[in-house]
Structures are given as C-alpha cells and as structure tokens.
C-alpha cells in the first residue's frame, strides 16, 4: 500500500509541474516589447518604456514637442514680455493593462514653462543660495 502512495504522490507533483509550465508558457504570448525610440525623424515625438514594478515593463512615456501658443503676455509693466516658448514639451504617462492588451492615459503636463523653475518645493540649499556663494566666491577670487 505504502508503495502506491508514493507513486500517487510522484505522479501528482509532475503533474503540477506540468501545469505550472503550460501556465507560464502561454503567458509569454501576451506580451509586448517595446523599443525606446529617439526622434531621428525630426517629427517631435520621442517614446521610453519602463516599468511600475521590478521586471515588470509595463509603462510608456511618450515626450511630445507642439508648435508655440498664441501670445502670453504680462501686462501692466512698461515693457510688455511675451512669455511663448519657442517649443512646447508635453509629457505623456501610459500604462499597459490587461496583459498588453490596452493601454491607459495615466497623466499629462505640459514641461514648457517647468525648466524655468529654479527653485520649486526644494530642500536648501536652493539654487539662489548657492548661485549667490559661487559668486562671492568669484568675486573673492577675482580681487586676488
């Protein structure tokens, strides 16, 4: 009796094992792989994949150059400053879901006017402080 279990056992467990790789195989069938590309072709539009979870690449940015708004103006000063940029860079999140088979617009910004941040919800030193060193620092330099 005790011979039937384990040959019970045996043939369970390769059974499983069985499974187990016909699960993973058919898996790999869903996936997608994409290419980073570049913009070798000068339309504006340059892609990066990535992943939300280690080994797992299921996330696409898309970077995105749009021709100039119409005029953004300060008024009220003497010289009135046109704010346009000459290029416009958007940033676009996506997420593939269902095994690859859709992909989900996650965020969207507009990146034109962030360059000129300097300093936004930093920790010191900022970047002030430290322009501000460096050019004492010059000028201390400079007087030797």
Same mark, same amino acid.
């Given at each position: 009796?005790?011979? %039937?279990?384990?040959?019970? *056992?045996? $043939? *369970? !467990?390769? &059974? &499983?094992?069985l ?5 993973? !195989?058919?898996?790999? #069938?869903?996936? /997608?792989? /994409?290419?980073?590309?570049?913009? +070798? ?5 340059? *892609? /990066? ?11 696409? %940015? ?15 000063? @003497?010289? !009135? ?8 860079? =958007? ?6 879901? +269902?095994? /690859?088979?859709? $992909? ?7 990146? =034109?006017?962030? #360059? @000129? $941040? $300097?300093?936004? +919800?930093?920790?010191k ?15 201390? +330099?400079?007087?030797?």
């Open positions: 009796m005790q011979k %039937w279990g384990f040959f019970t *056992m045996g $043939m *369970m !467990s390769g &059974i &499983i094992v499974l187990v790789f016909a699960l993973l !195989s058919q898996h790999g #069938e869903n996936l /997608a792989y /994409a290419k980073q590309a570049t913009d +070798n072709d000068g339309k504006g539009l340059i *892609m /990066a994949t990535g992943g939300s979870q280690q080994g797992i690449q299921d996330i696409v %940015w898309v970077l995105h150059e749009h021709p100039p708004l119409p005029a953004l103006k300060v008024e009220g000063t @003497e010289e !009135s400053k046109d704010l346009r940029k000459e290029k416009r860079l =958007s940033l676009l999140l996506y997420r593939c879901e +269902n095994q /690859a088979k859709s $992909m989900k617009l996650i965020s969207a910004r507009d990146l =034109s006017y962030d #360059e @000129e $941040m $300097m300093d936004y +919800n930093c920790e030193p900022k970047v002030g402080e430290i322009y501000a060193d460096l050019k004492k620092q010059a000028e201390r +330099n400079k007087g030797k």
